[in-house]
């Protein structure tokens, strides 16, 4: 099953993590989210969001942007 993707590019905290909770919430066990986040503040947030609960961060990488500069990309598990 390919990953879902969540775009909260252009907001800022706490806009991501509570946009991606919401999804989280309605996913199935195991399933995987990719989220792009261009908030600077997100690389602590989905840290910090992902080992307070049982979701994973897979992955965190960085991309360039021509509008925001830089995109932050979260991979996360539903956790169970």
Do not use: Q, W
Not at 20 to 39: K, P, Q, S
Not at 64 to 73: M, Y
């Amino acid at each position: 099953m390919p990953a879902r993707e969540l775009d909260v590019k252009g907001l800022h905290c706490p806009l991501p993590i509570l946009r991606t909770r919401a999804l989280l919430n309605g996913m199935e066990t195991g399933e995987e989210l990719v989220v792009y986040a261009t908030d600077p503040a997100s690389v602590i947030d989905f840290k910090h969001f992902c080992n307070t609960t049982d979701n994973a961060l897979l992955s965190h990488e960085t991309e360039p942007d021509e509008i925001h500069k830089t995109v932050f990309v979260y991979r996360i598990r539903r956790g169970g």
